[in-house]
């Protein structure tokens, strides 16, 4: 099965740029639409950005024009740019499947913090 490990995140300040990378195993990965997810403290887990397998994307009104999503099929990695980074960006960030692509969701993995000071 595909498992999936996140990393990347850190404490910026606001105004601040972070690239977080998703690494999946196993070769469904490649056939698969991807998304990254954020869970701020007492909030629900909300999906951010979407990619599908053939690099067509979508984002989440927050994030417009600020997140870039982007994957390396050949290394099997979804990457997440943020610029201008906001202390409401801050959340533990996920990837995982895309309910549009998917019946399932992958095991979660650890989940990488951002944390955006003002």
């Known amino acids: 099965q595909v498992q999936v490990a996140e990393s990347g995140g850190g404490l910026v300040q606001a105004g601040g740029s972070l690239r977080l990378s998703c690494a999946a195993s196993?070769?469904?990965?490649?056939?698969?639409?991807m998304a990254w997810y954020r869970q701020a403290p007492g909030k629900q887990r909300e999906l951010v950005a979407r990619?599908?397998?053939?690099?067509?994307?979508n984002y989440a009104d927050p994030v417009k024009g600020r997140f870039t999503i982007s994957r390396d099929n050949a290394k099997n990695t979804m990457y997440l740019q943020m610029n201008s980074l906001k202390p409401e960006d801050t959340a533990v960030y996920y990837c995982?499947?895309?309910?549009?692509?998917?019946?399932?969701?992958?095991?979660w993995g650890q989940g990488t913090q951002v944390t955006v000071s003002s």
């Open positions: 995982n499947y895309d309910p549009l692509g998917s019946s399932y969701y992958l095991p």
């Open positions: 196993g070769r469904a990965f490649i056939t698969k639409a």
């Open positions: 990619i599908s397998s053939g690099g067509s994307t």
